[in-house]
């Protein structure tokens, strides 16, 4: 039987999943208007299909299509840019063979190791890394806090440096304490020791 006349067929709205197709062409032109490159473009493209397919809950059914995948691929875009401009070029990987990473563990055993050690200092020494290495005062301004004179505090420091080295098996020139907190590190620091 036919319907009558006048009468429209209703018809369902089509899947937006569908009709990204049609609009290919003119994503991938506008792409390469974007990178003016062939290849950047189709991976541009391809990119701005994945992220509107996995995003399809987002697009308003009735609303423009093109423009919102032209969104997409324009956000995606400048996004990229913006990363690509933190990135360092390193095509021979001359950068990249230079960078390397210790683990955090052997940092907090040598921190360990060194509290421990830091415990066994008398009290004077204790006093004067802490005034002169960790906190960073002058001689002069330890000495003063201390009712010493500023010989004393450098003789002071100079040997608890010494004796926390000795305690640590410390040779000169050996590294330590790459990840220490700088407290830690500002107290080895003036004892010939390297701490980092």
């Given at each position: 039987m036919a319907p009558a006349t006048g009468a429209e067929i209703p018809t369902t709205p089509r899947d937006p999943r569908e009709e990204i197709a049609d609009h290919?062409?003119?994503l991938r032109a506008f792409a390469i208007s974007l990178t003016r490159n062939v290849s950047a473009?189709?991976?541009?493209?391809?990119d701005t299909i994945v992220k509107a397919w996995t995003h399809i809950d987002k697009f308003q059914p009735g609303s423009n299509l093109r423009a919102w995948l032209f969104t997409?691929?324009?956000?995606?875009?400048?996004?990229?840019?913006?990363?690509?401009?933190?990135?360092?070029?390193?095509?021979?990987?001359v950068h990249a063979a230079?960078?390397?990473?210790?683990?955090?563990?052997?940092?907090r055993l040598a921190l360990a190791d060194f509290r421990r050690a830091f415990d066994q200092?008398?009290?004077?020494?204790r006093e004067v890394l802490i005034l002169v290495g960790a906190s960073g005062f002058a001689y002069e301004e330890a000495a003063e806090m201390m009712g010493v004179?500023?010989?004393?505090?450098?003789?002071?420091?100079?040997r608890a440096r010494a004796r926390l080295a000795e305690m640590l098996g410390l040779e000169e020139g050996e590294e330590l304490l790459s990840s220490a907190d700088a407290a830690t590190l500002a107290v080895l620091g003036r004892s010939g020791v390297r701490a980092a």
């Amino acid at each position: 039987m036919a319907p009558a006349t006048g009468a429209e067929i209703p018809t369902t709205p089509r899947d937006p999943r569908e009709e990204i197709a049609d609009h290919l062409g003119a994503l991938r032109a506008f792409a390469i208007s974007l990178t003016r490159n062939v290849s950047a473009a189709d991976d541009l493209v391809q990119d701005t299909i994945v992220k509107a397919w996995t995003h399809i809950d987002k697009f308003q059914p009735g609303s423009n299509l093109r423009a919102w995948l032209f969104t997409i691929l324009r956000n995606t875009f400048y996004s990229d840019r913006r990363k690509m401009r933190r990135e360092v070029a390193d095509p021979e990987g001359v950068h990249a063979a230079t960078l390397c990473e210790k683990p955090s563990h052997d940092g907090r055993l040598a921190l360990a190791d060194f509290r421990r050690a830091f415990d066994q200092l008398s009290p004077e020494h204790r006093e004067v890394l802490i005034l002169v290495g960790a906190s960073g005062f002058a001689y002069e301004e330890a000495a003063e806090m201390m009712g010493v004179a500023v010989g004393t505090v450098k003789s002071r420091a100079n040997r608890a440096r010494a004796r926390l080295a000795e305690m640590l098996g410390l040779e000169e020139g050996e590294e330590l304490l790459s990840s220490a907190d700088a407290a830690t590190l500002a107290v080895l620091g003036r004892s010939g020791v390297r701490a980092a």
